[in-house]
Structures are given as C-alpha cells and as structure tokens.
C-alpha cells in the first residue's frame, strides 16, 4: 500500500490548485483522474482561449445557499493574485467584455503552467484511474483499480454533472453521501433552454440570429447576447438567466434593451406610414425579429394603419417577451452544476468538513455556482488554494 499526505481525486482546475499548494508546503501529494489526461475542461472553456477569472469578482455573482460561504476563499486568494500567477508566467492575455479575461494564445498556456508548477512542485500524477472504495480508519484507504493508497487528508475536486462526455459524474456526492454529509439539489445552470413546440417553431425560423437583449426571471436581469436556436434560445443572457430559473418560471425578454421603441414607431408612422410594419422594424431589429414581434402582436397591414393602442402591443412584444422554457438542455450542454455538497457541512476557511477530519471538498462539488464569465474558474482557483494551505 503506497503512503501519501495527500490524496486529490479530481485533476480538474480545483484539484490542481489544490495539488500544487499543498505539495510546495512539503507534502507528499498524490493527484487521481480517470481521464487520460489533466485539466480536459480548462482546454476546451473558453473556446480554446480560457476564460480564466474575472476582474470584478463580487459575492453576489455567486449562487448558493449560504451567500457568504465563499467570501473567505475568494478574499484569501483573489483574482488579482491569480493573474499576478499568470503574467509571471508570460502568458498574454486580454479582456474581452464584462471583466473576462481570456488567453491570447490557447487554453493550453494555463494547462502549461499548472502541470509545470505540479511538476516543480513534486506532485505524483495517476490518470487513467479509477477510485474502487474509500474507506476511513485511522487514515483514509482508497483502493484504485492500479493500487491501494493511504493518506492523511482525501481532497474531492471531481466536478459536477455537466458535460458528461467530458466525464462528468456524480462521483463526488457519492463521497459526501457515504461520510454522511448533505447534498442541496443539484441542477444543470449556464445552460440554453427550450420550448413547447408552439413556442419553439417561431424560434426556429429565427435560428442563428443574435440580438442584445436584457433578460429577466425572479427579480435578476442580464444584459448581454440572445440566440436564437432550432432548439431554443441560447446566449449569455439565457445561460445566465438559467441559473435563476426554475421549472414552470416565465423569463421576460427585453429584444430592444438600449431603445424605447415606442416613439420611434410613432414617428415612423407619421414620415412612412405606407411602410409594412415589421420594414419599420429593420435597422432596429434583425429581419427575422422584427417578422416574429409583428406577428407577437398580432398586428397587419402598414406602420400608418396603426393606433396607438396597436403600437403600444407592439413596443410591449418588443420590450417585455414574457415565454416559459418547459425545461433546459441538461447536464449535456450544462457549463455547471448548481447545489452540491451543503456549505453547511465546510469549514468556510480550508473546506474541511466539520464533521470528518481530513477530508475536504473544494470546486464545482460544493454548493458555490459563479456567473457565466470566468467567476467559476476563480472559485475553483480559490478553494483550491484554500485547501492547500491545511491539508
């Protein structure tokens, strides 16, 4: 049976972290995947560019259902102490809206400088491996399908559900369930949602196309890219918002967010009024959109037939869409997984659970979901971080 201080089972962006602050602390560090290789999701985030923090890091950016469990990680190891990693590194980066920083390069410079560091750091890597049973005695007794391990301290950094085809699973609140901890419901968030088919067939004829608009469900509004979908609706704004709502939720869709269209339809009505309506529309809306708001509205003939009464259904379609998803992509399409390990059971401060000494739980497991924008890289960077300092 091998002897480590430390076992981290998950190679992802937490467990990494994780890794490497403890082993520079001199502990002897053994890190689990059963992926072939490391860090799969940093490669592919991003879209290859890594979205890797955010420069406004806020608590309220952040869902769970203790809003100030994750204060103490994400004020202990900040954003800026990440990019201070980052740049020390030489890796060129860029921010690209809303705080996001992304690689000017690839991915892989930030896959690059964590296995470097895990390297430096004397960090034992285990891919391809798959955890059998864990066991508690004095120690805890991972039995691996290649070996049987002992350690002081058990880290779980395995991620959430989303994106199984990454090897996704629900590894981690097997664990959590097995030592007797408790799970909040657990639901896929950053994630594009669908429709009823009277709904969805609208939408489809708009497929592809992409406006700027504010979104809103339970008193929490975006104001960031729409797509329209053959599926549904996509989109910043929709993967945000989906992390807000619920089943049987109706969303509020702002199409023209940075206008009130009101009085610009009334002026069309008066210098054009033999203009069909949904012409009225274009250079404000893309065609397609301004076909579909007509048709909300339940209006015909020209942008001069029309009454005030008849403008004000129209600039309402426009600026207050209300629709109700029936249900969202899942856990296939699913950036992250919300709930998970109950905060309640962590120590805010090193993730340890309060309830069994040595085991810790850190990233996407725990019951902590950012926004759509870098934030979930940083709290896995951060709880990580945590963690390393006490195991």
Not at 110 to 136: C, F, P, W, Y
Not at 151 to 174: E, Q, R
């Amino acid at each position: 049976m091998k002897k480590f201080d430390v076992t981290i089972i998950g190679a992802g962006a937490a467990g990494m972290m994780c890794a490497i602050q403890a082993a520079r602390r001199g502990r002897k560090v053994l890190l689990i995947d059963h992926a072939a290789s490391a860090g799969d999701k940093i490669r592919i985030s991003g879209g290859g560019k890594c979205n890797f923090t955010n420069l406004d890091i806020k608590y309220d950016k952040f869902i769970s259902q203790n809003p100030r469990f994750m204060a103490s990680c994400l004020s202990r190891y900040t954003q800026w102490d990440f990019i201070d990693w980052v740049e020390s590194c030489g890796i060129l980066y860029h921010e690209k809206t809303l705080g996001q920083l992304f690689c000017d390069n690839s991915s892989k410079d930030i896959l690059a400088m964590l296995n470097q560091a895990m390297s430096d750091a004397g960090v034992v890597i285990e891919l391809n491996t798959n955890v059998k049973s864990i066991k508690r005695s004095i120690n805890f007794e991972i039995e691996l399908n290649t070996s049987s391990i002992n350690c002081d301290s058990l880290v779980i950094a395995t991620g959430g559900k989303s994106i199984p085809k990454m090897g996704a699973t629900s590894f981690g609140y097997k664990i959590a369930e097995q030592f007797g901890l408790t799970l909040t419901e657990t639901r896929p968030g950053l994630v594009p949602l669908m429709f009823a088919q009277q709904e969805l067939a609208p939408i489809k004829e708009m497929s592809g196309t992409s406006v700027q608009a504010s979104v809103s469900c339970n008193k929490i509004s975006f104001d960031e890219g729409l797509l329209f979908t053959h599926r549904g609706l996509s989109g910043p704004s929709i993967l945000q918002i989906s992390s807000y709502w619920q089943q049987g939720d109706e969303i509020s869709v702002n199409l023209l967010r940075d206008n009130c269209i009101l009085d610009a339809l009334k002026i069309k009505r008066n210098k054009n009024g033999k203009q069909a309506i949904h012409n009225a529309l274009n250079g404000l809306l893309p065609s397609a959109v301004s076909k579909f708001v007509t048709e909300l509205a339940n209006l015909n003939g020209n942008i001069g037939d029309q009454s005030d009464v008849s403008l004000i259904k129209l600039s309402d379609a426009i600026h207050n869409w209300k629709i109700k998803p029936v249900g969202s992509e899942g856990y296939r399409t699913a950036e992250v997984t919300l709930g998970g390990v109950n905060t309640d059971e962590l120590n805010a401060r090193s993730m340890e659970c309060k309830s069994v000494k040595g085991l810790y739980f850190i990233g996407e497991v725990v019951d902590v979901t950012g926004w759509l924008g870098g934030y979930n890289f940083q709290w896995a960077w951060s709880s990580g971080w945590a963690a390393g300092q006490e195991v």
